[in-house]
């Protein structure tokens, strides 16, 4: 349309009402698509049998990070589990050279990260919402992208929030106040971490401003802004805090990654 891209005001909440110069569009994802021959071959029904509850079906999730198998795998929606993926010979085959799970991201980017506690959970909407020990607010994580990433003991969990952090400030179109300004901030103070200069309050100042973004810190997110990259932007920080807290004190106390 020639226009900057920026996320629209809601609702309505779905091109298929107004989309493309404010006429119904069609917007399908690839992996939707893919679905249809099974589907049109088998029967609706016979697709919704699979799974149970909201999660019916199939879905593809790519897993990637610390693993033998990486790769893309389509697997019965709550009948796996993340342990079946991660550790099953047929998919991921476990951890990569002997190491030891330490936390993994159970569905892409914006989602709060799982621990080993968590592994024996079923791939399922609700499942993975109601887990417990990930945000303090309450609330547990999302499968999203379906994108997994699985850290073990060697990852630096300060690093890898970074990481996120970092990427959530530049993708920021700077609509939103509490996205544009909060996400600059998360960057600037775990960046003053990780190169050793942090301060101990630093972790709480990211907690704080975590909940300046998304009030609460519970999942589901409150919407603070138009789209939702505003409040899941902290998620990974607030979660990695929430179970590996003392490892940011540790990098603050050496004024390094203590696995380094």
Request: glycine letters at 14%; a negative charge; proline letters at 8%.
């Amino acid at each position: 349309e020639g226009k900057r891209g920026f996320p629209r005001i809601k609702p309505p909440y779905f091109p298929a009402a107004i989309g493309l110069y404010g006429a119904p569009t069609i917007v399908n994802n690839v992996e939707t698509v893919s679905n249809l021959p099974w589907i049109i071959t088998n029967g609706g029904a016979a697709f919704a049998a699979l799974g149970a509850g909201r999660s019916t079906g199939t879905r593809i999730f790519s897993l990637s990070g610390c693993v033998n198998r990486p790769g893309n795998y389509e697997v019965e929606m709550v009948e796996t589990t993340f342990r079946d993926l991660i550790y099953g010979e047929e998919y991921g085959g476990g951890i990569r050279d002997g190491g030891e799970l330490k936390a993994f991201v159970p569905g892409g980017a914006s989602s709060p990260w799982f621990g080993p506690q968590h592994l024996d959970l079923p791939l399922g909407q609700d499942e993975v919402a109601q887990a417990e020990g990930v945000l303090p607010g309450g609330g547990g994580s999302m499968l999203g992208s379906g994108s997994i990433v699985v850290m073990d003991d060697k990852t630096c969990m300060v690093r890898a929030a970074w990481r996120l952090a970092r990427f959530f400030a530049r993708e920021s179109c700077g609509q939103c106040t509490p996205c544009r300004e909060g996400t600059g901030w998360l960057d600037k103070i775990m960046r003053r971490i990780e190169d050793g200069a942090g301060r101990m309050e630093d972790i709480d100042l990211l907690v704080d401003v975590s909940d300046n973004i998304a009030p609460g810190l519970s999942f589901p997110y409150p919407m603070t802004t138009i789209c939702f990259l505003g409040p899941s932007s902290p998620m990974p920080i607030v979660s990695a805090i929430q179970m590996f807290r003392s490892e940011f004190e540790q990098h603050v106390e050496l004024g390094r990654c203590p696995h380094s």
